[in-house]
């Protein structure tokens, strides 16, 4: 027994019959759809497809025009560019249109349409398929997406490679600035940009803000920077911040929105710039209503969050500008460290070469302005108090304000002034920012005060110069507020210059002290003026050597004898310091006691080797002794060690023959020294010198007393007077190795 399964089927017959039915059923419900419309765009037939997508009935589609089922772009191109092509072309591929569904939601589609044409060429029907595109559309926009967000990331890694590569070229804090606010102004397509530094509250001047420096702006007004300060407090932004102008703005910080306004700013973008955790200041670049940049605020009212990557490249942005802030600044900071060690170089080598202490402090003022300083003021400790000896400024057109200061003396003691106080206190006084209050207690009348307005000074250091514990005297530096504000190493700086002046003072005050003892010791060692004696005429120089002080054992002297005769005398003692001259006096003072009993010169000799042992002399010394009759001219002459006298007559001159026996202070000689003896000629001069005259260290003494000879003897006068004059002019120079004393008589007719 079986089952009956019905008749056979047949799948030939069942395809056939699908077949015969496809036509029509293809058309309506075909996964398209198809518009046929009349060249004006009415819709002579539809499918059931479209009507579908459009939850339009087809007796609502048909007889409406095309497009109207268009969203109004798709209108605009439809009869812009669509139809236009179907009468050129006769068909179009492809095209992308939004067809409005009827509850105004959009549909994208991609329309290709053929035109059908009569026999004459004219349009009779255009035949359009439609195709659903919502996937294909989602994906060109996603495919979109991805090529912006890649060409944006080029973008950037683009900026960055330029800010880097442009920031490793730069080697100030200047450079650095404008780097960086360039190329975040080009990234950003920003309105406006600016760097900003961030200082620490400065002690002393009774601001608790951070101090805002600003070093570069491009479009960001002060006045903006000026309200970010006082917004930001003493916490500026740790991270990247956005500020958009907008409702909420305008209500916290209705005068920061204000200031956005005004620049024509719809937000801000706040950077910090650091290196390692070092805040070294802010980037604030200024968004305007510019489009197409890589952070977008241009819609008010919203506040929108910065885009992940967009954080990123402004950190990195900060990152790389503070560590090229931090190389730069250490490369001018090595440039200045550099320079003042040439400054003080320098003020070694001019300092060196100052003559006296009025001398030393010119020159260091000179020096100190404009390159340490803008004023520079020196006051010295003197047995009358402190007295101003300098006041110098870097701009000549202020000088004559500096020439009042100078005219303004110190108060002694109990005075806020730092150059006194720092004269008192025996180390430095540093002044950041001279203020009104301190300004009324330093100055000492209105017209005091006048001049340091005028000189418009900031900061104020004043050094004192202590050498071997005790103070000398102060130097004092002033900033004008154009200058930037002195640092911990402008004030080590001075304090170097001020210990180089302090020992070149002190040195200078020791010599100027040894220069007038000397002057002293030898205006009571020479003997006064040569006495004036009937039937001569007499001259006497005498000249220190120029290195040393300004004294030598080099004498002469002129004394009346019992019976009308002179004795005369040119010694010259070793060495030419206070030794020598203490030496000389002493010697001096025994000739004149030995010159008692009128003893011949050669006795004098005899006399004084005899007593050097129990004298207690310290120097040997050479000396010319002589006796002069002035009625007969009948002249003696001796000789210990010593050069011969000139002799000058008639246009004549020679060296007399006196045979020299040893020097003074050397081991007796076995017999009494020699004497030469002659007469003075009426008119002729005789010239009793010491070596000083003639001896040079780079040429023999022979040639020094053939030139005085040859001088001598073209002198062409009598005069002793001009007779001096003359060998000491042709003779001698302004430098002088040693001591000269000069002796010369004429006898007169």
């Not at 418009?456 to 004043?462: A, D, P, T």
């Not at 006497?540 to 005369?568: C, K």
Request: net charge negative; glycine share 8%.
């Amino acid at each position: 027994m079986g089952i009956d399964t019905g008749p056979p089927i047949d799948p030939r017959g069942q395809l056939n019959r699908l077949l015969d039915e496809d036509p029509a059923d293809l058309y309506e419900n075909a996964p398209c759809g198809y518009v046929s419309t009349l060249p004006d765009g009415t819709v002579v037939k539809v499918n059931r497809t479209f009507c579908a997508w459009t939850g339009r009935p087809a007796s609502e589609v048909l007889g409406g025009r095309f497009q109207d089922l268009l969203d109004i772009g798709g209108r605009v191109f439809h009869e812009t560019h669509l139809m236009p092509l179907l009468r050129m072309q006769g068909a179009v591929r492809e095209i992308a249109l939004d067809v409005l569904r009827v509850d105004g939601s959009v549909l994208p589609c991609l329309l290709s349409a053929v035109e059908v044409r009569d026999d004459d060429g004219a349009a009779v029907l255009v035949r359009a398929t439609l195709f659903e595109a919502t996937a294909r559309r989602r994906y060109e926009r996603e495919l979109l997406a991805a090529q912006r967000a890649a060409e944006a990331s080029e973008a950037r890694a683009r900026a960055l490679h330029g800010v880097v590569s442009d920031l490793a070229a730069a080697i100030s804090v200047d450079d650095v600035a404008a780097v960086i606010v360039q190329r975040s102004r080009e990234a950003l397509r920003a309105a406006g940009a600016a760097l900003v530094l961030v200082e620490p509250p400065r002690a002393g001047t009774g601001v608790d803000l951070p101090g805002l420096t600003l070093i570069r702006s491009e479009g960001v007004p002060p006045p903006l920077v000026d309200r970010l300060r006082r917004a930001a407090g003493e916490q500026p932004a740790r991270g990247v911040r956005s500020l958009l102008l907008d409702d909420r703005l305008r209500a916290e910080r209705p005068a920061i929105a204000a200031e956005l306004a005004a620049a024509g700013f719809t937000g801000l973008v706040v950077v910090p710039v650091a290196a390692d955790t070092r805040r070294l200041g802010v980037l604030i670049v200024g968004i305007g209503d510019v489009p197409g940049g890589l952070i977008s605020l241009e819609e008010p009212g919203s506040r929108q969050a910065i885009p992940a990557a967009d954080v990123d490249l402004m950190s990195t942005l900060g990152r790389q500008a503070g560590q090229a802030l931090e190389r730069a600044a250490l490369h001018e900071a090595t440039a200045r460290q550099a320079e003042r060690a040439g400054f003080l170089l320098d003020a070694a080598r001019l300092l060196a070469a100052a003559a006296d202490v009025r001398e030393t402090v010119e020159r260091m003022a000179e020096l100190a302005v404009p390159r340490l300083a803008d004023l520079c003021v020196v006051d010295l400790v003197t047995e009358q108090g402190m007295k101003r000896v300098a006041a110098r400024h870097g701009d000549p057109v202020r000088q004559p304000l500096a020439d009042r200061l100078r005219e303004v003396q110190l108060p002694p003691g109990g005075t806020a002034h730092p150059s006194m106080q720092a004269v008192l206190e025996g180390r430095t006084r540093w002044v950041r920012d001279l203020d009104d209050r301190l300004l009324g207690e330093i100055t000492t009348d209105p017209r005091h005060v006048e001049t340091v307005r005028a000189l418009e000074l900031g900061g104020v250091i004043s050094v004192p110069f202590v050498a071997d514990g005790r103070v000398l005297g102060v130097v004092t530096l002033c900033a004008d507020r154009r200058r930037e504000p002195f640092t911990a190493a402008d004030v080590e700086v001075a304090e170097q210059l001020a210990l180089q002046v302090a020992l070149v003072v002190a040195k200078a005050q020791r010599y100027e002290l040894d220069v007038r003892t000397s002057h002293t010791l030898q205006a009571n060692l020479l003997p006064a003026p040569p006495p004036p004696v009937p039937g001569l005429a007499t001259a006497v120089r005498y000249l220190p050597a120029t290195h040393g002080v300004d004294v030598g054992g080099d004498f002469y002297d002129v004394v009346r004898l019992p019976g009308g005769q002179l004795a005369l005398v040119v010694g010259d003692v070793v060495g030419h310091d206070i030794t020598a001259a203490a030496t000389m006096g002493q010697l001096a003072s025994v000739h004149r006691a030995l010159l008692v009993d009128a003893p011949a010169p050669s006795a004098v000799i005899d006399r004084l080797q005899a007593s050097w042992p129990v004298l207690g002399l310290q120097r040997m010394a050479t000396a010319l002794f002589a006796t002069l009759d002035p009625a007969t001219g009948r002249l003696r002459i001796a000789s210990a060690g010593h050069l011969p006298p000139l002799l000058l007559d008639g246009g004549r001159a020679e060296f007399l023959p006196v045979q020299p026996s040893r020097m003074l202070g050397a081991p007796p000689a076995p017999s009494p020294a020699a004497e030469w003896t002659g007469v003075l000629p009426t008119g002729a001069t005789l010239v009793l010198f010491t070596d000083g005259l003639v001896e040079s260290r780079t040429k023999d003494l022979d040639v020094g007393l053939d030139r005085l000879l040859a001088v001598a003897a073209s002198s062409g006068s009598a005069d002793p007077d001009a007779l001096c004059d003359r060998l000491l002019a042709e003779l001698t120079g302004p430098h002088r190795a040693d001591d000269i004393a000069l002796l010369a008589l004429t006898r007169l007719g």
